[in-house]
């Protein structure tokens, strides 16, 4: 059984980041993709074929059998809890110009792209993922901006931030696949034969093109800049936040592919839109370019070990 379970945990695993490898290796190797042309693929996979490959998942799916307030509930309290237990520790940085990114990398994970990729291995399917999406992208988004304004010289709130953020959560191309895809379900509306193979074809596209991209972008030279509190982010992202409330979910009865979520939410790698929205906002970026990279490299092995821990408890 011991055996089962570890062959189950890397089957679902190492698929996923040996596509990576490609993708770093088709840029450092080859010279087949460069740093624009990842960016450029990676927005395509996150404003259209993601967003189309969760409206397809939902919108085939019965609502009710999908919907579950609880999991959506948990989820909110979770990534707050995380937010606020790394907002209280950035205090006790020497560094206080890195408190913002020192969160931002700490929580904000890249469960829609990575969590796609790891579902589609384990169950062949989305499953609950959108439930993990709605319950923490719009918190991940105003936490972000919140932070990355308030603690910059001379930051603050104003009223034209505050409207620039309900915007970004609105129009966000993940929130918009999920809800369109929630509410195909809810009114059934048969889809024609020609538009399902259309959003079929370009949903398949999601899942690797946006792992190559993922991999093209990893660059080992920026996590030795910040190596410290990288270090401290890398932990939490992928191992203290699962061992504090994967206990938590347990208890309170969660199993199989809704714990499967769960997991990814809270040890999935760090967003590489961290670094892009830290530079954006007047930080230096360097710790959470740092993180990305080394919670994308090291999350091969804590993934692993997370999958085999809980198959072998006959938790997933």
């Not at 085939?60 to 990534?79: A, K, P, R």
């Not at 937010?83 to 520790?89: H, S, T, V």
């Not at 020497?94 to 700490?106: C, H, L, N, T």
Request: aromatic share 10%; proline share 4%; with cysteine.
């Amino acid at each position: 059984m011991s055996v089962e379970n570890l062959q189950y945990s890397l089957n679902a695993t190492v698929p996923v980041f040996l596509i990576m490898v490609l993708g770093y290796l088709l840029r450092r190797r080859t010279r087949m993709m460069d740093q624009r042309f990842a960016d450029y693929l990676n927005a395509f996979v996150f404003k259209a074929a993601l967003p189309v490959q969760l409206f397809e998942n939902l919108s085939t799916s019965d609502f009710h059998t999908i919907w579950d307030g609880g999991v959506v509930l948990f989820c909110f309290l979770v990534t707050l809890a995380s937010i606020l237990l790394l907002l209280a520790l950035s205090y006790l940085l020497r560094d206080r110009s890195i408190q913002a990114e020192f969160v931002q990398a700490g929580y904000r994970g890249s469960q829609a792209l990575l969590g796609s990729a790891l579902m589609q291995n384990l169950y062949g399917g989305n499953g609950p993922l959108a439930l993990v999406l709605i319950g923490a992208v719009p918190l991940y988004n105003v936490a972000a901006v919140a932070l990355l304004t308030l603690m910059v010289p001379g930051g603050h709130l104003d009223r034209k931030t505050i409207g620039k953020t309900l915007r970004g959560i609105v129009t966000n191309p993940i929130i918009l696949g999920i809800a369109a895809g929630l509410l195909w379900s809810l009114l059934q509306i048969p889809q024609p034969v020609i538009m399902q193979r259309a959003v079929e074809s370009l949903s398949v596209t999601a899942t690797p093109l946006g792992l190559l991209a993922l991999g093209a972008s990893i660059d080992m030279k920026k996590v030795m800049g910040c190596w410290r509190p990288t270090a401290v982010c890398t932990a939490f992202k992928l191992v203290i936040f699962a061992a504090l409330f994967l206990p938590l979910a347990v208890a309170l009865g969660y199993r199989g592919e809704v714990l499967a979520v769960i997991l990814i939410m809270l040890s999935s790698p760090t967003t590489v839109s961290c670094f892009s929205m830290a530079r954006s906002m007047g930080h230096d970026g360097t710790l959470s370019s740092g993180t990305v990279m080394l919670t994308t490299v090291l999350s091969a092995f804590t993934f692993t070990f997370w999958i085999y821990l809980l198959r072998s408890l006959s938790l997933m």
